[in-house]
């Protein structure tokens, strides 16, 4: 089946650390990959997304690459903002026309100052 | 550009009333809908999605409903809601094929008293 394990949270960090959030995925056949950020009392948005093996996504800073052989989707950032703080999910989506998403827990990462 | 409306954003019911919430999607046709439930600190779960008009896939068993009465229109409802019916609920959209992402609306939060 498919599954989406991410690393748990929280995570806080100063200004201007490296950020990465661990994902790894089970699936079968070729999913593709998507991370979301969520706002405080907001939806989600799309980050980035990676549809195929040794694919990386990138979108504000944000980078993951689509790794098959370690089956992950780790999210890193070279230097975090304040403004980054928010919870990130990583999902893959099933290869059926219905793009059903299935969804990591989540991560809660806060930015100091 | 597609756009995504939920509706209400904040709702206050009593044990035992009805629910509507209502999700409507412009500058596409033909989506893919989805309704997701996100309970506090709690990953995202699907509840329903739709490929078409008058088709609904529910993913769990529950309290809860979907009808689609129009292609870009979802409706989540229930007869008589429950305690346990409290959370964060968000409609998505995707375009058809495989590999979409999904784009999420800002939610509505229901509380249940």
């Known amino acids: 089946g498919n599954s989406v394990t991410q690393m748990e949270g929280p995570v806080t960090l100063s200004e201007e650390a490296f950020l990465t959030i661990n994902c790894t995925y089970t699936?079968?056949?070729?999913?593709?990959l998507f991370w979301y950020v969520q706002y405080p009392g907001e939806g989600l948005q799309l980050l980035l997304k990676?549809?195929?093996?040794?694919d990386k996504g990138s979108n504000k800073g944000f980078e993951a690459t689509y790794r098959k052989e370690t089956t992950s989707f780790h999210l890193e950032k070279g230097s975090v903002q304040v403004s980054d703080s928010a919870v990130y999910f990583c999902?893959?989506?099933?290869?059926?026309?219905?793009?059903?998403?299935?969804f990591g827990t989540g991560t809660r990462l806060t930015v100091i100052p | 550009s597609q756009t995504i409306h939920q509706w209400p954003a904040t709702l206050v019911q009593p044990v035992g009333s009805p629910l509507s919430l209502e999700c409507t999607v412009e500058?596409?046709?033909?989506?893919?809908l989805y309704w997701y439930r996100q309970a506090a600190g709690r990953g995202l779960q699907l509840l329903f999605y739709?490929?078409?008009?008058?088709?609904i896939s529910s993913e769990v068993p529950q309290n809860l409903s979907a009808s689609r009465p129009q292609d870009r229109q979802f409706i989540l409802s229930s007869k008589k809601l429950l305690l346990s019916d409290s959370g964060f609920y968000l409609c998505?959209?995707?375009?058809?094929?495989?590999?979409?992402?999904?784009?999420f609306g800002d939610g509505t939060r229901l509380s249940i008293l």
């Open positions: 998505a959209w995707s375009g058809q094929g495989q590999n979409q992402p999904q784009h």
């Open positions: 699936a079968t056949g070729y999913p593709s």
């Open positions: 990676a549809t195929k093996a040794d």
């Open positions: 999902a893959l989506s099933d290869q059926t026309g219905a793009n059903n998403l299935f």
């Open positions: 500058g596409t046709s033909n989506p893919n």
């Open positions: 739709s490929v078409g008009i008058g088709q």
